[in-house]
């Protein structure tokens, strides 16, 4: 199974804009992806999918207009660029592969790349 490693991340001011990447050690299989993040003591909520060919994107309402997801399978990565960041977006974001972009509980997803540190500050 291939390795998502992921790239990007680290500590910015409120309003500002950052953009992670995950990128899988072999090409894309016909996978959906997506973004979740995670903070202590709480669950990894959904954050954005997409599906294979792109075609269809899905959002967590609370990312909804702020944030993109887009891939590009020609270079095996995956990307979320996030945009007018909150301090609440603070968390540890994690990139997955799954079966359907539609499904929203963590439990359907797999190959969880190793996370990476967003930190929003006020």
């Known amino acids: 199974q291939a390795q998502l490693v992921q790239s990007g991340g680290g500590l910015v001011q409120v309003g500002d804009s950052l953009r992670l990447s995950c990128t899988s050690s072999r090409p894309f299989p016909s996978y959906a992806l997506a973004w979740f993040r995670q903070v202590p003591g709480k669950e990894r909520e959904f954050v954005a999918s997409i599906t294979w060919s792109s075609i269809s994107t899905y959002y967590a309402d609370s990312v909804a207009g702020r944030f993109t997801i887009s891939r590009d399978n020609a270079k095996n990565t995956l990307y979320l660029q996030m945009d007018t960041l909150k301090p609440e977006d603070t968390a540890v974001y994690y990139c997955?592969?799954?079966?359907?972009?539609?499904?929203?509980?963590?439990?359907?997803?797999?190959?969880w790349g190793q996370g990476t540190q967003v930190t929003v500050s006020s």
């Open positions: 997955a592969q799954g079966r359907r972009a539609s499904l929203r509980s963590s439990n359907e997803w797999e190959n």
